[in-house]
């Protein structure tokens, strides 16, 4: 079955590979593979520390998400030996003064009314596990089942598995080797029993189905899509800060000054600290609606001076890399994820939550071009419905 999937974000290229297993020959449309939001998330796979109020709907889908990833990244090790950046390092929700624990107690609250595991931390114990940490700290607590990925590594590691030659031993299933095009998608219509897709070069490809994953690209494509009532979908824009570590910051053999990753509340605001396992340190994330694309000054300072209240060395780090780039967001924070007709998905609108929920997606999607949906299946799809906002 050939497929196109359109737009090569972490949730295009891991719902083409799922497909890929499943015995469809794909083929990938993107001028810029991973070079939007994917490129620039920090990559928390953190169900808990990511709901906020109003957001429990969000929950199921996350954790269903989480449980996916061990098993989905093992089929992804088997096919090639490439590093993804999975690490299970747990989170600490930390508040900066006693006004920000007031805020973060409330979140706890609203957490473990949800069944959630989250525990707190005597100060000695926060000093004995983080002892880099700002000594005025207020409060923290554990939760120990969030862990993250590195996104980058993680399109690494898709990419070459997309264009591995597999043992057919291993994956008797699987379809060929991926197709690339260095296209943008423009129109997808019905054509001959299957969909005929237009590109701005004005070539046309054929295929039996296809996936439209192109993040706020959606409404540019013209076709089937406007057969259906416009997507609800906004652009929010984040800037994200890379951190290195510079001499003598670090004591022989060591790899970084925290292991877990913060989220932290500092005089209000919401900033997080990502350790990486290759001395990197990654800071963010702004959230803004103002419509510039490029970084903000501004929160870029809020972001440096917050980390700083929780990670005093960061104000000697070396500043490497500043990105700002637009996230699709819905009204409710939930993707657009569902048939638009029997061998058309789209899959749109993962706001912060698109490298998490990328498993979910992407067993989904191939479960609605396979037929194989289970009834837990549509219940996490009519959460994700395109059609709930009408």
């Not at 409060?139 to 969030?146: C, L, N, Q, R, S």
């Not at 259906?228 to 003598?248: E, F, K, M, N, S």
Request: net charge negative; aromatic share 4%.
């Amino acid at each position: 079955m050939s497929t196109a999937v359109v737009g090569a974000g972490v949730v295009g290229l891991l719902t083409a590979w799922q497909l890929r297993l499943t015995g469809h020959a794909v083929t990938i449309f993107d001028p810029a593979p991973a070079s939007d939001s994917s490129y620039a998330a920090a990559g928390m796979l953190a169900p808990l520390s990511e709901v906020q109020y109003g957001q429990e709907e969000l929950w199921p889908l996350m954790a269903a998400a989480l449980e996916h990833y061990p098993e989905q990244l093992a089929e992804l090790q088997r096919a090639v030996r490439v590093p993804t950046g999975y690490w299970e390092n747990g989170t600490l929700l930390v508040a900066a003064d006693p006004g920000d624990r007031s805020a973060v107690e409330d979140l706890v609250a609203v957490h473990r009314s949800h069944g959630m595991e989250v525990e707190p931390l005597t100060s000695r114990t926060l000093r004995a596990r983080e002892p880099a940490l700002a000594p005025a700290i207020a409060k923290a607590w554990d939760v120990p089942g969030d862990h993250q990925i590195d996104p980058r590594q993680f399109v690494a590691a898709l990419t070459a598995a997309l264009n591995a030659d597999l043992d057919p031993t291993s994956f008797p299933n699987a379809g060929p080797p991926a197709a690339w095009r260095a296209e943008r998608v423009t129109d997808i219509r019905h054509e001959l029993g299957g969909v005929q897709l237009s590109t701005e070069q004005d070539e046309e490809h054929d295929a039996a189905a296809a996936v439209l994953a192109p993040g706020l690209g959606y409404s540019q494509i013209t076709g089937i899509t406007r057969e259906h009532p416009q997507l609800d979908l906004r652009p929010v824009y984040g800037d994200i800060l890379r951190l290195r570590y510079t001499d003598g910051q670090l004591s022989a053999g060591e790899r970084r000054l925290i292991s877990a990753t913060l989220r932290g509340r500092v005089s209000g605001r919401q900033v997080y600290l990502v350790p990486r396992e290759r001395e990197e340190l990654v800071v963010g994330a702004s959230v803004r609606e103002d419509g510039r694309a490029g970084a903000h000054a501004g929160s870029v300072a809020e972001l440096l001076a917050d980390a700083i209240a929780l990670l005093p060395a960061v104000r000697d780090m070396q500043l490497h890399e500043v990105t700002a780039r637009a996230r699709p967001g819905t009204p409710d924070d939930r993707p657009y994820l569902g048939l638009l007709s029997p061998d058309v998905v789209v899959s749109t609108g993962y706001s912060r939550h698109g490298i998490l929920l990328a498993p979910l997606a992407a067993r989904l999607t191939a479960g609605m071009l396979n037929g194989t949906l289970t009834e837990t299946d549509r219940a996490h799809l009519e959460a994700m419905s395109p059609r709930r906002h009408r």
